[in-house]
């Protein structure tokens, strides 16, 4: 990139001229975040595309991103195959795409079709190729850019024309005449796509990977992937695992159809999206079209959607407990005198806590035959002078009416749920995954007794995911505030800055530009400032005596 002006208004987008997926691409709200994210986008860029050129454009905070898919041959022949809205994004890359756009109007189409149709016959276009625009609330039309080739969102067109837009495109590579002509394209219903990735939406879209134990997509909608069970999803790569798309004779048929499909889907290993996906498929914003590019801003609570909830996720909780005590239960041979969990306390039940990420769910039962009395929370704990605090656990009353090393159907309280379960148990830990109609959801037994490692000093921001080190801002020694950058590490192919999370010193830093390094290494040792002074002076003591 050339030198940075200094007149740009804000705010503005720093955008990759090779670009595409979302790739060096930064959004400026400041004149003084300007040379930083210049210089930022456009190592991503280089990176990414092998050209670093970058350029500025103006900022549309609010708007809808609505392209159209156009097909050009070599005879002069071009046509529009509708339009795709892909406005519900993060990190400027798609996350959900649909044909056609339900919040523009018809005069608003009308602009957009025949504005790409003449762009692309205005330079000869020929191969496939998208034309993509910001539409503003009040209707203003910005073009972005062309994209020349087919993106992850064809699928949805497909469905919508029933076209076949490879086939088209091989054709008209091959230099044959499009057989298809402006008439004969007809929208038809409406189509929806997921982008499942290997990302956490509730840290920020963190990245995960490991490998996938199982992978499964629930029916009724169009898959493509090249994942199964056992592949490995590495830091090298982008993040996307599969596109899931679901088509309807309307809208809201379309998005139901998806949300069923994702919400009975098992994908197990690495941390997705598809809980958040299926949130904001049912999301009341999303089903009246009020979906603009900062919708996941204006949504957070879609971000951290937790799966199935309130007594469909006390069935997987039980499903998971239960299934793990008859399989210990199958694999204790030497005693055989009492069933698993028995104990010879009679003050409560079997105890157990599993856990999802930090969220940690507390079990207790005791069976009689073939029925049992569970209490749901945390359990009662003796106060300081040793008397016992009010028992407000939810109780309810189970039944096991079957179970298999793979299935349980479990009725509570009246209300009977099957549950798919599939148990990993890597030595360390033990996870069970289990599955219903109303979801999915992953459970981790946590560890009955805990081993306490030593404390360590000079504690600070460990690497999420392995990658390498692409710039390094701080000394051994500065003082930094909450929230300065400390280290950019780049992995799947994205930047993650590295921040402090207090006003701390700099104790160490462990890498430096250029570095290889993995998930959990210590990256910059940091010391609050008062231990530091601390040492200091119990430093200039020693020295003193000595």
């Known amino acids: 990139p050339g030198s940075v002006p200094n007149d740009v208004a804000m705010p503005a987008l720093v955008k990759a001229a090779a670009g595409g997926g979302g790739r060096g691409m930064r959004i400026v709200r400041t004149s003084d975040e300007l040379s930083e994210a210049v210089e930022s986008a456009a190592r991503e860029?280089?990176?990414?595309?092998?050209?670093?050129?970058?350029?500025?454009?103006?900022?549309?905070?609010?708007?809808?991103?609505?392209?159209?898919?156009?097909?050009?041959?070599?005879h002069g022949d071009v046509v529009h195959l509708g339009e795709r809205e892909c406005s519900i994004q993060r990190r400027n890359q798609k996350v959900i795409e649909e044909s056609p756009s339900a919040g523009i109007s018809a005069e608003v189409r009308d602009e957009l079709l025949n504005g790409a149709l003449a762009l692309a016959r205005h330079v000869g276009y020929q191969n496939a190729g998208t034309v993509e625009f910001l539409v503003g609330d009040d209707g203003t039309i910005t073009f972005l850019e062309v994209n020349t080739r087919l993106q992850v969102e064809h699928p949805v067109t497909e469905a919508v024309t029933g076209l076949d837009l490879v086939e088209l495109q091989l054709r008209v590579a091959a230099g044959e005449t499009l057989p298809v002509?402006?008439?004969?394209?007809?929208?038809?219903?409406?189509?929806?796509?997921?982008?499942?990735?290997?990302?956490?939406?509730?840290?920020?879209?963190?990245?995960?990977?490991?490998?996938?134990?199982?992978?499964?997509?629930?029916e009724?909608?169009?898959?493509?992937?090249?994942?199964?069970?056992?592949?490995?999803?590495?830091?090298?790569?982008?993040?996307?695992?599969?596109?899931?798309?679901?088509?309807?004779?309307?809208?809201?048929?379309?998005?139901?159809?998806?949300?069923?499909?994702?919400?009975?889907?098992?994908?197990?290993?690495?941390?997705?999206?598809?809980?958040?996906?299926?949130?904001?498929?049912?999301?009341?914003?999303?089903?009246?079209?009020?979906?603009?590019?900062?919708?996941?801003?204006?949504?957070?609570?879609?971000?951290?959607?937790?799966?199935?909830?309130?007594?469909?996720?006390v069935a997987l909780l039980l499903a998971a407990s239960f299934s793990t005590e008859r399989h210990n239960r199958a694999a204790d041979t030497a005693t055989?005198?009492?069933?698993?969990?028995?104990?010879?306390?009679?003050t409560?039940?079997?105890?157990?806590?599993?856990?999802?990420?930090?969220?940690?769910?507390?079990?207790?039962?005791?069976?009689?035959?073939?029925?049992?009395?569970?209490?749901?929370?945390?359990?009662?704990?003796?106060?300081?002078?040793?008397?016992?605090?009010?028992?407000?656990?939810?109780?309810?009353?189970?039944?096991?009416?079957?179970?298999?090393?793979?299935?349980?159907a479990i009725e509570i309280d009246g209300v009977r749920t099957v549950v798919d379960v599939d148990r990993v148990d890597t030595g360390n830990d033990l996870i069970v995954h289990t599955r219903s109609a109303a979801g999915a959801v992953s459970w981790m037994l946590a560890p009955r007794f805990v081993e306490h490692d030593l404390d360590v000093a000079g504690g600070g921001p460990i690497c999420p995911l392995p990658g390498t080190v692409i710039a390094v801002h701080v000394v051994e020694g500065q003082s930094v505030a909450d929230g300065d950058l400390l280290m950019v590490v780049e992995a799947m192919k994205m930047e993650h800055k590295i921040t402090a999370s207090g006003d701390m010193i700099v104790g160490a830093v462990h890498f430096a530009?250029?570095?290889?390094?993995d998930s959990g290494d210590l990256l910059v040792s940091l010391v609050d400032p008062e231990v530091a002074e601390q040492q200091v002076t119990n430093q200039a003591g020693d020295e003193k005596k000595s």
């Open 45 to 74: 860029a280089e990176a990414a595309f092998g050209d670093g050129t970058v350029f500025i454009e103006p900022y549309i905070e609010s708007g809808r991103h609505v392209e159209v898919q156009i097909m050009g041959d070599a």
């Open 181 to 218: 002509r402006q008439d004969d394209v007809v929208m038809s219903g409406h189509a929806i796509e997921v982008r499942v990735v290997a990302e956490d939406p509730a840290t920020g879209w963190m990245p995960s990977i490991g490998t996938v134990s199982s992978f499964e997509i629930g």
């Open 220 to 313: 009724g909608v169009r898959v493509d992937t090249g994942i199964r069970a056992g592949a490995e999803v590495s830091p090298d790569y982008d993040s996307m695992l599969a596109k899931v798309i679901a088509y309807g004779p309307d809208r809201v048929s379309a998005a139901a159809i998806l949300a069923r499909a994702l919400r009975t889907s098992q994908v197990t290993g690495v941390t997705t999206n598809i809980n958040s996906a299926v949130a904001i498929l049912s999301e009341a914003d999303f089903l009246s079209a009020a979906t603009p590019t900062s919708y996941l801003d204006e949504h957070p609570e879609v971000l951290a959607a937790p799966g199935p909830t309130g007594p469909q996720r």
């Open 336 to 346: 055989g005198f009492a069933p698993s969990g028995w104990r010879n306390m009679r």
């Open 348 to 408: 409560h039940g079997h105890r157990e806590i599993w856990q999802v990420g930090e969220q940690q769910e507390h079990v207790e039962y005791q069976w009689t035959g073939q029925s049992a009395c569970v209490c749901i929370g945390q359990w009662p704990e003796p106060l300081e002078d040793g008397t016992m605090p009010p028992d407000e656990r939810q109780t309810l009353h189970v039944r096991l009416l079957s179970a298999s090393p793979t299935q349980l």
């Open 513 to 517: 530009e250029g570095d290889r390094v």
